[in-house]
Nanobody, 116 residues
Framework: QVQLVESGGGVVQPGESLTLSCAAS????????MGWYRQAPGKRRDSVAS???????KYVDSVKGRFTISRDNAKNMMYLQMNSLKPEDTAVYYC??????????WGQGTPVTVSS
């Protein structure tokens, strides 16, 4: 099992930037991918971005060109750099780690509010 702790959420204005961090610990040797989901009020949890151990990244269309996912394997950290934030990016952001068996562990979430 992998333990995950997100941080970095907050309240920003449209157009501003924010960087989320996810600290991972535990059985990381079987982790094949990590990523971020988000859940807006009253909506389902949707994928935002993911990154494999090889460094292959994927993004949902709505954040392409604005968000960047990255990992620092030496520090067991994952990041989500979010630029040009929009009100529709408002959500609770969750990080996850996926094992070679397809199991996912989740963090507790960090809230992001984009409002003028």
């Amino acid at each position: 099992q992998v333990q995950l702790v997100e941080s970095g959420g907050g309240v920003v204005q449209p157009g501003e930037s924010l960087t989320l961090s996810c600290a991972a610990s535990g059985r990381l040797s079987v982790t094949i991918a990590m990523g971020w989901y988000r859940q807006a009020p009253g909506k389902r949890r949707d994928s935002v971005a993911s990154i494999t151990v090889e460094g292959i990244t994927k993004y949902v269309d709505s954040v392409k060109g604005r968000f960047t996912i990255s990992r620092d394997n030496a520090k067991n950290m994952m990041y989500l750099q979010m630029n040009s934030l929009k009100p529709e990016d408002t959500a609770v952001y969750y990080c996850y780690a996926e094992s070679d068996l397809g199991n996912r562990d989740w963090g507790q979430g960090t809230p992001v509010t984009v409002s003028s």
